[in-house]
DNA sequence: AATCAAAGGTTACAGCTGTAGTCTATTATA
DNA sequence: TATAATAGACTACAGCTGTAACCTTTGATT
């Protein structure tokens, strides 16, 4: 469905705030990401491009608008992993978490098993 | 040291063929990119910014120039992992994984013992 | 009532990205 | 050798992104 919603990063720290809180003013998502050191222009002008987006709409009961997620954080972090396993790694889930288990700390034993599930995993989930 | 290159999605194309194929010219790269569609500008205008970008490098030795990489693929797919992680995750390997395993097809005693790993893994790599 | 802050709307502007055209010198080929 | 293809260099241009200012209206505060 929306699948052609292309969200930046900066608007992804506005879409975190709305999933966590839906149905916030202006003022709350202002003041929830006051630590980005954003200016009250440059949350505007997010919000309103991730509502030009239809990522986000608006609730205008009231006199202040009330902005909610369109999209589901779930819908649109499966659609960022895919397109970001097929640009970095190919296309390939396995090589993806083989480097990760090489970044992480497990044990020598561990890791070992957790390659073998990855085996197992082979390279579904193409394109 | 290379940390704040950044390669767009059409110059990973570029650069995974020069990852395969070091010391290429011009001619070769077209050849191996000409089911992109692309026309000859655009791949030489995407091997110019990667060269401007540091990301590439001339041998000059021939009359054809040669490209060659001057970053691994490595630490690309580092940077962009846990840059991604950040962004989609909020830092979160296991949730990622977490992710994965749910859309991969393990049977239940796998994803359990993958599940288990994971719960090992915690939460290392933020930043 | 006068003033200030914030909301909503509009405009700005530079850098990055996708995509490609033009020009000139050189090389290969008929 | 005339011609075509290509390399290398430069220019173009619109859309997206990061970042923000300005203006007008309205609600809150003195």
Redesign the interface.
């Known amino acids: 469905m929306n699948n052609e919603i292309n969200i930046s ?1 900066s608007e ?1 720290t506005v879409m ?1 705030y709305l999933w966590n809180n839906p149905m916030v003013t202006i003022t709350e998502i202002r003041k929830a990401l006051s630590s980005t050191g954003w200016s009250d222009s440059t949350i505007k002008t997010l919000v309103r491009r991730l509502v030009s987006k239809n990522a986000v709409a608006i609730n205008d009961e009231a006199a202040t608008f009330r902005y909610y997620p369109l999209i589901s954080q779930q819908e ?3 659609k ?2 895919k397109s ?1 396993i097929n ?4 296309g390939s ?1 396995s090589m ?2 083989t ?2 288990a090489a ?4 044990t020598d034993k ?1 890791t070992e ?2 390659l073998a ?1 990855i085996e ?2 082979g390279n ?2 193409e394109k």
């Open positions: 990063e992804w975190e649109c972090r499966l960022e992993t970001f640009r970095v790694y190919d889930v993806l978490v480097n990760l970044d992480s700390n497990l561990e098993e957790l599930l197992k995993m579904e989930q």
